[in-house]
């Protein structure tokens, strides 16, 4: 009964991506037929040059990381009373019909090829959301998990919620609160069975 009132939001760890190869030129990276793969999850379309075994691992995480964090911030995307109607055994669908775009690259260079000139700070991140194009690009290096969870969460408010938020948003003020939300988002822990969010041990927090 759980899982049927919470739908994807109970079935997030279960998620089985479907992966299959480009077939044509990518119609905004201009890459080659072939060099690179497309995974589909309930709510993401992953574009990825990397391996193919990160690349799963990344958007099966992708997928659990959304259960989370529509638990964190449920008042901010769910309809008034969907909750109620799904317990008195209704249908109200929860999710719009949209998936989130996310781009993995190969290696840096490959990732710098792509947002060195567009992102003056790409030199030094791992990671990076694009809020006029509603893009998050990645390549995996060390504590990419952090950077997923932070970089997401950018996204996530962005586009899954209602605030409507400016795609300038923070740059001429406020960017104490928009950085923090997504370094809190960094201390998730999965602990097997349940997953805890908080606590100072997470190192860019602590900054």
């Known amino acids: ?35 690179y793969w497309q995974i589909e999850t309930p709510h993401f ?9 990160p690349s799963l691992e990344m958007a099966q995480l992708m997928e659990r990381f959304y259960g989370l964090w529509r638990q964190v911030f449920y008042p901010l995307w769910a309809r008034p009373g969907v909750l109620l109607k799904r317990m008195q055994g209704g249908n109200s669908p929860w999710d719009k019909s949209r998936k989130y775009q996310v781009i993995l690259l190969r290696d840096r260079q490959d990732y710098l090829a792509v947002l060195g000139v567009a ?11 694009e809020p006029r194009l509603q893009k998050s ?37 406020g960017i104490w609160l928009m950085e923090g939300i997504a370094l809190y ?19 860019r927090l602590q900054t």
Do not use: C
């Open 137 to 173: 690009f990645f390549f995996v290096d060390a504590g990419w998990q952090e950077t997923l969870f932070h970089e997401l969460t950018h996204q996530l408010l962005n586009e899954a919620t209602s605030i409507q938020a400016e795609p300038d948003a923070g740059t001429t003020g």
């Open 185 to 203: 988002m960094e201390s998730l822990i999965d602990r097997g069975s349940y997953w805890t969010l908080g606590g100072f041990a997470a190192p």
């Open 119 to 129: 992102e003056k700070n790409a030199a030094v991140s791992v990671g990076y959301y």
């Open 45 to 53: 379309s992953l574009t990825t040059r990397a391996e193919t075994e």
């Open 1 to 35: 009964q759980a899982k049927r009132v919470l739908g994807t939001l109970a079935t997030a760890a279960e998620v089985q991506p479907r992966l299959r190869k480009g077939t044509s030129v990518h119609p905004d990276f201009g890459w080659p037929a072939g060099s």
